[in-house]
Nanobody, 125 residues
Framework: QLQLVESGGGLVQPGGSLRLSCKASEFVLDYYSIGWFRQAPGKEREGVSC????????YYSDSVKGRFTISRDFAKNTVYLQMNSLEPEDTAVYYC??????????????????WGQGTQVTVSS
């Protein structure tokens, strides 16, 4: 059974940085694109970034482009989300999810079937 476990969330001041990790079951990264999503209280879940399974190409939402970077480490079965220049508007529960596809990844939550439990990110002074 595919498993995804997020970690790395916490409390950070505006302008600070965090690195989130998404640890996946073995071989998942070879066949699944991985996406990062977030959900703030009272808001819908939104796509943040994704990395494609075949060529590792990345996609970012306009709200995080230039501040967040997604990467993966096959040896550790882990996808990372490096978040810099954090803003209070980035406060949310962050989830990673997996999509079994070889096409270019997308950041639509409806395309993803397997989800982690989430990790809280709070940006506040």
């Amino acid at each position: 059974q595919l498993q995804l476990v997020e970690s790395g969330g916490g409390l950070v001041q505006p302008g600070g940085s965090l690195r989130l990790s998404c640890k996946a079951s073995e071989f998942v990264l070879d066949y699944y694109s991985i996406g990062w999503f977030r959900q703030a209280p009272g808001k819908e879940r939104e796509g943040v970034s994704c990395i494609s399974s075949d060529d590792g190409s990345a996609y970012y939402s306009d709200s995080v482009k230039g501040r967040f970077t997604i990467s993966r480490d096959f040896a550790k079965n882990t996808v990372y989300l490096q978040m810099n220049s954090l803003e209070p508007e980035d406060t949310a529960v962050y989830y990673c999810a997996a999509e079994n596809t070889f096409r270019q990844c997308v950041i639509s939550p409806h395309e993803y079937n397997d989800w982690g439990q989430g990790t809280q990110v709070t940006v506040s002074s």
